[in-house]
């Protein structure tokens, strides 16, 4: 099972990024610039510590989000998509004209017995 997932729109746009930038994180604050919108950043450009939490891998890239952001997001599944449009923050997708977002379900019951377990 996964709490998170990428569409294939989304997944074009993340490999074309990673052959050009290297090894790169998603990360999810709930903080300023976009909100709660991921960014995907450079690995060696983001410090990742004990209050990261990390929601899974998309295509060799870790998705992570900020423990205190989490405990609002701890019962959902989160798809990345991509759209059309400028985002406020240091996102690697930007310069394209694009911007990552996130869509959300709640977790089935199913999938909050794995995760809880």
Known sequence: MERVAITEAAEKILEQLKEKHGELIFHQS?????????????KEEMYIDESDVLLGTLNGVNFYMNQDQFEYWKHTHLTVDVTEGRGASFSLEIPLG???LIHSRLLTEEEEAFFNE
């Open 30 to 42: 709930g903080g300023c610039c976009d909100g709660s919108a991921p960014m995907l950043l450079e």
């Open 98 to 100: 694009l911007r990552f």
